[in-house]
Each structure stands twice: as structure tokens, then as C-alpha cells.
């Protein structure tokens, strides 16, 4: 069964620096999520992104993080200068038609900042 | 802003009883959705349920959808070992996101 797959499993990096986490979604899949879940703490939405443009971010993400669609596979989240409470985990998700179907979710990267 | 509350949140039984697991909001969902969450795994998709007063089955686990969707349960006859998890109901917001429960981690001891 097709999945989404997430690269790295898990990501250490130094407070200030900037990191790209990677997501291959669903190939027939049009619409693509990240979340994130603080250890402890809920699963939380940040973006949805469908026809290479945001269709909605929450009030997490703001212009520390942006999302890309690099080419014809890869979805990835890039965080310009971290901060501790960035550690957490970041899930991608897709889903086939419209935001209203099941989304398939990854099985995360572990971001650790330190 | 639409909240979904699940209880309990955390759940210690021995192999073979049942249990129930709610995820309760004030405000009403087109849908709600069930996800069971392995360790280090993302959310896997157990059920979506649609109308109001639907129930639907999935082999021991039974999902139920309140009649004013404002609610759902699931619930889980002679539980298993395996069926050790968190489980999280969701919901789509008006926009289309995914509203997140807080969990419940369900330990079901041999």
C-alpha cells in the first residue's frame, strides 16, 4: 500500500540554525499537510498546501517556517532559526481530492533542537 | 475555535475486559475520525464516521457518532495485547483541517 515517507527519522540541531524536513507524499495525492505534536501535547496542524500554494497555515506558523513543493515528489518544511521549543514532532500528511478526504500520514521526524 | 476533548486519557486494563474511549466537543464536525498511534509511528486511520447516529464496526472495536455530531465513541470488546496504543479522534474543521483530541494511551496487560 502506498505511504508517505518522511526523512530524517530524527533531527538534532544546533538552537539558531535552519533545518529542511523532507516529506514524499502520496504520488497521486493533490493535497499535502504538515502537523506537529509537542511531546506530551496534542497533534497540531501548521499548513495545508494544494496547487503549490498554502491554502491555510494556523497561528503556529508563522515567518519563522515555509513550505515547498520542490518538484514533482518532495514536500518539504524548512524552519529558519530554531528555538528550543521548535523540538517536537512533524508529521506530513497527504490526501487525494480535497482537504475533506483521509489524510495518510507520515511516520514523523523527531526534531531535537538543542 | 472547535476543540475536541477526549477521556480518558489514559486507560490500564487486563486482557479480555472492554472499554470505551470519548471524544467530546460543543461544537458540531462534518466528520470525525479515529487514529490509532504506534510508538515512534505516525497516525494510521482506523474509521471515518459521517452521520449522525452512524455506528460502525471494525472486527472488536465499535465506532459510534453522535446523533447531533457533536461526539463519538469508540468502544473495544475482550481487548487485546495488541490493541495497546493512543488513540486519537479528529475532526475537520469548516476550513478543512484536522481538530486533534489530546489522545488516549490505552495499556491492555496480559
Known amino acids: 500500500e502506498p505511504e508517505v515517507t518522511q526523512t530524517p527519522s530524527h533531527q538534532v540541531t544546533q538552537m539558531g540554525q535552519e533545518v529542511i524536513l523532507r516529506c514524499v507524499p502520496i504520488?497521486?495525492?493533490?493535497?499535502f499537510y504538515w502537523y506537529r505534536q509537542i511531546l506530551g501535547q496534542k497533534v497540531e496542524f501548521l499548513v495545508s498546501?494544494?496547487?503549490?500554494?498554502?491554502?491555510?497555515k494556523s497561528e503556529i506558523f508563522d515567518d519563522q517556517f515555509s513550505v515547498e513543493r520542490p518538484d514533482g515528489s518532495n514536500f518539504t518544511l524548512k524552519i529558519r532559526s530554531t528555538k528550543l521549543e521548535d523540538s517536537a514532532m512533524y508529521f506530513c500528511?497527504?490526501?487525494?481530492?480535497?482537504?475533506?478526504?483521509?489524510?495518510?500520514f507520515g511516520d514523523g521526524t523527531r526534531l531535537s533542537i538543542l | 475555535t472547535q476543540l475536541l476533548e477526549q477521556s480518558p486519557q489514559f486507560l490500564s486494563i487486563q486482557e479480555g475486559e472492554n472499554l470505551t474511549v470519548y471524544c467530546n466537543s460543543s461544537?458540531?464536525?462534518?466528520?470525525l475520525q479515529w487514529y490509532r498511534q504506534e510508538p515512534g509511528e505516525g497516525p494510521v486511520l482506523l474509521v471515518t464516521?459521517?452521520?449522525?447516529?452512524e455506528v460502525k464496526k471494525l472486527k472488536r472495536l465499535t465506532f459510534q457518532f453522535g446523533d447531533a455530531r457533536k461526539d463519538s465513541s469508540l468502544h473495544i470488546t475482550a481487548a487485546q495485547p495488541g490493541d495497546t496504543g493512543l488513540y486519537l479522534c479528529?475532526?475537520?474543521?469548516?476550513?478543512?483541517?484536522?481538530?486533534f483530541g489530546q489522545g488516549t494511551t490505552l495499556q491492555v496487560k496480559p
Open positions: 500528511a497527504s490526501s487525494e481530492t480535497n482537504s475533506y478526504q483521509p489524510q495518510h
Open positions: 464516521v459521517v452521520t449522525g447516529g
Open positions: 504520488s497521486n495525492h493533490l493535497y
Open positions: 461544537s458540531v464536525f462534518s466528520s
Open positions: 479528529a475532526g475537520f474543521s469548516n476550513t478543512g483541517k484536522l481538530i
Open positions: 498546501f494544494y496547487n503549490n500554494e498554502i491554502s491555510e
